[in-house]
């Protein structure tokens, strides 16, 4: 039997298979790992306030050659007994980046006029709000900064970790998929290799 469902009493973005804010955050984390070869690591941590009214989900880029520096790239919270509102705090973020996905967002609500409910601009009421409000998060200009300078910084730290000079080093790839290369003819090859 079907059912058909009509007449806009049901908000439209209601569907059977929504996401939690964990659930959207984790691939997120293995994405930057795999984007960065390593020289990133993502991770999600989850904790919650003394008075266990929030859940906090932090993402954050791990640069293992700089002492696994951890840097906070944005943070989800949402009520302990509910995944949605979720709020999202992305420092990086620029004012007028999120602004504009909440416009977005606004679109689709029926009624903005006098005494609709009011939403806060880093506000998600649903899994499609959040991935909307994390990908603006997570392109926006500042981010791409801090992402890229942590990159250089841990690659530099890893060829000075191997002797080398950054004019010898220029190109290399560092990280876990980092290829080796076998020394001058003549000299010894000291350098350990991963096992194949």
Do not use: C
């Not at 691939?27 to 929030?54: C, Y």
């Not at 919270?77 to 909440?102: C, G, M, N, W």
Request: cysteine-free.
């Amino acid at each position: 039997m079907t059912v058909s469902v009509s007449g806009g009493f049901w908000p439209s973005d209601i569907k059977p298979d929504v996401q939690t804010p964990l659930a959207i955050l984790k691939p997120r984390a293995d994405e930057l790992t795999q984007l960065t070869r390593g020289v990133l690591v993502g991770q999600v941590s989850t904790v919650t306030d003394k008075d266990k009214t929030w859940v906090f989900h932090n993402l954050d880029a791990v640069a293992p050659a700089l002492n696994n520096l951890r840097q906070r790239l944005v943070t989800v919270k949402h009520p302990i007994r509910t995944p949605y509102p979720a709020f999202v705090d992305a420092q990086l973020v620029e004012e007028s980046s999120l602004e504009r996905v909440r416009q977005v967002i606004a679109r689709g609500v029926p009624y903005l006029g006098p005494g609709a409910p009011s939403k806060e601009r880093n506000e998600a009421s649903s899994d499609e709000e959040l991935i909307e409000l994390l990908k603006e998060a997570l392109n926006s200009p500042k981010m791409k900064s801090t992402l890229v300078s942590l990159i250089a910084l841990a690659n530099e730290a890893a060829r000075e970790g191997n002797g080398e000079k950054p004019e010898e080093s220029a190109g290399k790839q560092v990280g876990p998929n980092a290829e080796f290369d076998k020394p001058p003819p003549g000299e010894p090859d000291t350098a350990e290799r991963p096992e194949e």
